[in-house]
């Protein structure tokens, strides 16, 4: 059975720094589209950040979180990581973790991703 499981949202001042850490199960990281949607009151979920399937290191981001947040995966242990630095209140959302796959790409619209964690909460104080 496929899963994801976030954790490490939480409370923060503007311009500190959070990791976020999503547990993959049922499934093989690298064979896999993997990343992570946010949604903030009232907005549509908009994509962070992913990695396509079997795409090394490359990644996708939104322009906003550019050289403030990083994604990264440690296939050995089936985990997926979101740096996130220079944090703003506008970064305030329910963070996703999302996969889909197998042998998929990181899809820009939020209903082609199959699976999804249960969300993790990312409160940035001004």
């Known amino acids: 059975q496929v899963q994801v499981v976030e954790s490490g949202g939480g409370l923060v001042q503007a311009g500190g720094s959070l990791r976020l850490s999503c547990a993959a199960s049922?499934?093989?990281?690298?064979?896999?589209?993997i990343g992570w949607f946010r949604q903030a009151p009232g907005k549509e979920r908009e994509r962070v950040s992913c990695?396509?399937?079997?795409?090394?290191?490359?990644?996708n981001y939104l322009n906003s979180v550019k050289g403030r947040f990083t994604i990264s995966r440690d296939n050995a242990n089936n985990t997926v990581y979101l740096q996130m630095n220079s944090l703003k209140p506008e970064d305030t959302a329910v963070y996703y973790c999302?996969?889909?796959?197998?042998?998929?790409?990181?899809?820009?619209?939020?209903?082609?991703?199959?699976?999804w964690g249960q969300g993790t909460q990312v409160t940035v104080s001004s």
């Open positions: 049922g499934f093989t990281l690298e064979n896999y589209a």
């Open positions: 999302v996969a889909d796959g197998p042998w998929s790409t990181c899809h820009y619209s939020d209903r082609l991703w199959e699976y």
């Open positions: 990695f396509n399937s079997g795409d090394g290191d490359n990644a």
